[in-house]
């Protein structure tokens, strides 16, 4: 086409500065040696020799694969034509207990953690004590919810406050270790100021500390109940209530309706509620200077953001 | 002193109030709390005596059996968490960079493409990863193959979040040079847009890594591979030390997996 | 050859940045455009190769009606148009090699760019072009490494990598010091000279502007108030193009001087 041919004529051959030199004169420019990056290449390397052991070594019907995008769809077909509107109460009640358990289960986390979480901050209580409540934390934050919810259960029999003593533990590691971060990363100004004018500990705490961290604290319980209603919609399945025990039976029962009517609600559930608390917490942080910037590129606050995806 | 007693004291400005926003936000919170409490039956005397009676789980706990290690069954069950975790990242991590390339205004002109791509990334998101494998194992059957599909779309669900989180914030100075340059927008990507987030994105991927092995652990309860399977048949026939064994020792294996991958994703910022 | 007929841009959000223009440069024309902030310099210089496109009126480049080129057309124009930044717009994290390659994009396949491997042809180029600014030493070196200087010397090896026929440089200077900055405008002046190549500069200082240009323009509210010989501009033209009185800050000798 006429019009992709925009360049001016001189464009056949390269413009004097820019052109090959010819074969009879000596070399042109010689860039300098390239350097090395031997960690780079050995470390790809490993990367891609543990993904090619995996695929070749697992145990997986992989002919199975190519039916299951059919698989995928007829379930999808099925259960969304064959919906029942009677039922749209019941399920909505059970997401309401989900998300009951997911609040419960954060409101005594925090309250659990916030304490704790005193403990762990070596700017407040010295390092051995630190390091011995900090591993509590890292215990409590690997150990998944929904293990914790197996062991609730038979103690507290097939009801919800299984499944929010599961999250409630469970969030305690990941809160805690959020709030510490928090206040290490506190200005020590007006803690020192606070103890320049001869104030005790817990006047320390209340008017140096408490007033810089209380909206990021906030923050962070409410993206973590946003977390635990993942967490919470999921207990069901192992029988801890919420609307996951509703989901795990129709599909049990090949009740397909009632399960892409249950899949529908959780969806559109977790998104109502991200929505709501994602908007009350821009609010919160928009008052207030971070205390701890959100720095991607620092590996040890990165967690602390990250967790929130973790203990699920 | 004279100066600070005679004078009548000066008005000070009026003072400001706690915001109506987080008195609102308190009460709130208070009243969520004691509805939810209600409903969910919470009464802190039953927590006490339940914990305090008599339970298998708990009894296990304390004497957890160590010599999970060296079950065969259980060693293979955690190679297969293993293996579903590694496939898993490799798969839909690597999936989600174009996917999050493809919702930000830079790499996608057009709008309502764009807000199609938003969209699915908010539903695949929503859907926590026991209820993926849950679907899967439905429709596709029990096994590693479940668990590998529900993993894959965890895992887009975490980094395409996480990345486009970042390519929010990056350098439009060098988008602006490509385009200027004549670069086709798969090149200008390429160049000007992914070398601003590598380190943050393999960051992601190993963060990723370190959830699906956590995750992958949890998928057999449904019946989609791992030593969930394993941990399911001790929980039904109530072998709770067994469990306790296998649940600890896996977890500290993941402990030390994360120790590694913090380490490394040091090094590469 | 650039053209502009009665040409406009009017922002969406109401603002007129070009009023009418009607402006011809030859090939290898040494423009400098001077004018305040928001007198429409910037929307001049990036009207040429498309990115602000005209409201209304003619733009004609190398013989293409800017306007009528479609996405395939505007990218084989702006290959053959090089761009200059004040923020340099280089990629930070990789290194000058890999910036200066950019300019050579469009030559080159995608799925070579994906991979990340060059033809030699192209690296050879590159080399080239660091060659002339002098800057071939820090070939692997990262660009966040480097001095602003040095930066800008690398935007110019990647502009002139794509072998243009035009050069647009939107205050290139802004943010160099004063010897830094003649370094550079020195460089233009030479590439233009030497290869030939249409320049169009955008500059706030004016002693910088009547030092090197052949030919100076002056914006003031989108509207060309001025349009002659670097040798005929003196502080009178320039009051009358910035319609004040000239300050400190309006000279380089003198802002770096403060």
Sequence with gaps: MAQSKARSKVRGKLRVGLMPTPPDQPAGVELPSKPVTTFRWVSTALALALVLWSVLKIDAKWSRLIDAPGDMWTLCTVMFSSMEVNKISGLVGKMWESIAIAWLGTVIAALLAVPLSFLAADNLVGRPIAWVTRQVFNVLRAIPEIILALAFIPIFGLKPMAGVLAIGVGSVGTLGKLFYEVIEGINKGPVEAADAVGASRLQRLRWGVLPQVAPEITSFLLYRFEVNIRASAVLGVVGAGGIGSALAQALSFKDFGTAGLGLIIVVLGTIAVDTISGAVRRRIVAGSTPIVKPDLNDPTKFEARMDDFGGN | ?269 | MIRFSNASVTYPNGVSAMKDLDLEIADGEFVVIVGLSGAGKSTLIRAVNGLVPLTSGELNVNGHDVHALNRAGLRDLRSDIGMIFQGFNLVDRTTVLKNVLMGRLHEVPTWRTLIGKYPQADIDIAARALARVEIIEKTYTRASDLSGGQRQRVGIARALAQDPSIILADEPVASLDPPTSHVVMRYLQQICRELGITTIVNLHFLDLATTYADRIIGLRDGVLVFDGPGSECDDTVFESIYGRSLTADDTMTKHGAL
Excluded at chain 2, 164 to 183: F, K, R
Aim: hydrophobic share 50%; aromatic share 10%; proline share 5%.
């Design chain 2, 1 to 269: 002193m004279t100066t600070l007693d005679d004078a009548p004291p000066p008005v000070l400005p009026a003072k400001p109030g706690v915001s109506t926003f987080a008195v609102g936000g308190a009460l709130i919170a208070a009243a969520l709390t004691i509805v939810t409490a209600r409903s969910v039956g919470f009464s802190l005397s039953e927590i006490i005596t339940n914990f305090t009676r008599k339970n298998s789980p708990a009894e296990g706990l304390l004497h957890p059996d160590w010599g999970q290690i060296w079950s065969r069954r259980s060693r293979t069950a955690f190679i297969e968490t293993l293996q579903l975790a590694v496939i898993g990242t490799a798969i839909g991590a690597t999936s989600a960079l174009p996917l999050a390339l493809w919702s930000t205004t830079f790499g996608n002109p057009n709008r309502w493409l764009r807000m199609l791509v938003r969209s699915c990334n908010n539903v695949i998101r929503s859907i926590p990863d026991l209820l993926w494998a849950l679907l899967f194992v439905t429709a596709v059957g029990i096994g590693a193959l479940s668990g590998l599909l529900a993993l894959f779309f965890f895992s887009l669900a975490v980094t395409t979040k996480l990345t486009s989180d970042t390519l929010d914030g990056i350098d439009m100075g060098p988008i602006e040079a490509a385009n200027a340059s004549g670069a086709s927008l798969t090149q200008m990507l390429r160049t000007a847009v992914v070398p601003q987030i590598l380190p943050s994105y393999t960051s992601f991927v190993l963060y990723n890594f370190e959830l699906n092995l956590r995750a992958s652990a949890v998928l057999g309860l449904v019946g989609a591979g791992g030593i969930g399977q394993r941990i399911e048949f001790f929980r039904g026939a109530g072998r709770w030390e067994e469990l306790w064994g296998l649940v600890f020792m896996f977890f500290l294996v993941v402990f030390i997996v994360e120790r590694i991958s913090v380490t490394l994703r040091r090094r590469l910022i």
